[in-house]
């Protein structure tokens, strides 16, 4: 079956950075599009970042400028650079796949940003 694995999570300080890993296999990776979204406890799962099928990007409003979403298409993987981490991006970060009549989900990668 399809799969999502996550890695690069991780205890990060302030101002720190980590780079997120999303590998998937049994899907046609170029033609989904792919997202980063982050759920913190409490608060509902928000979309982070999307990267289209053509490569076009789109951020939340509160990682603008900070974060960069980038796929592999040869390697099946997309990547979430995370630069400037504030405290309050702590959240577990779920990997998708989506296009029509399909939508996938990695298991999660905890992110702590604390000093």
């Known amino acids: 079956q399809v799969q999502l694995v996550e890695s690069g999570g991780g205890l990060v300080q302030p101002g720190g950075s980590l780079r997120l890993s999303c590998a998937a296999s049994r899907i046609a990776f170029s033609t989904y599009n792919m997202g980063w979204y982050r759920q913190a406890p409490g608060n509902q799962r928000e979309l982070v970042a999307t990267?289209?099928?053509?490569?076009?990007?789109k951020y939340a409003d509160s990682v603008k400028g900070r974060f960069t979403i980038s796929r592999d298409n040869a390697k099946n993987t997309v990547y979430l650079q995370m630069n400037s981490l504030k405290p309050e991006d702590t959240a577990v970060y779920y990997c998708n796949a989506a296009r029509f009549l399909s939508d996938y989900w990695g298991q999660g990668t905890q992110v702590t940003v604390s000093s």
């Open positions: 990267i289209y099928s053509g490569g076009s990007t």
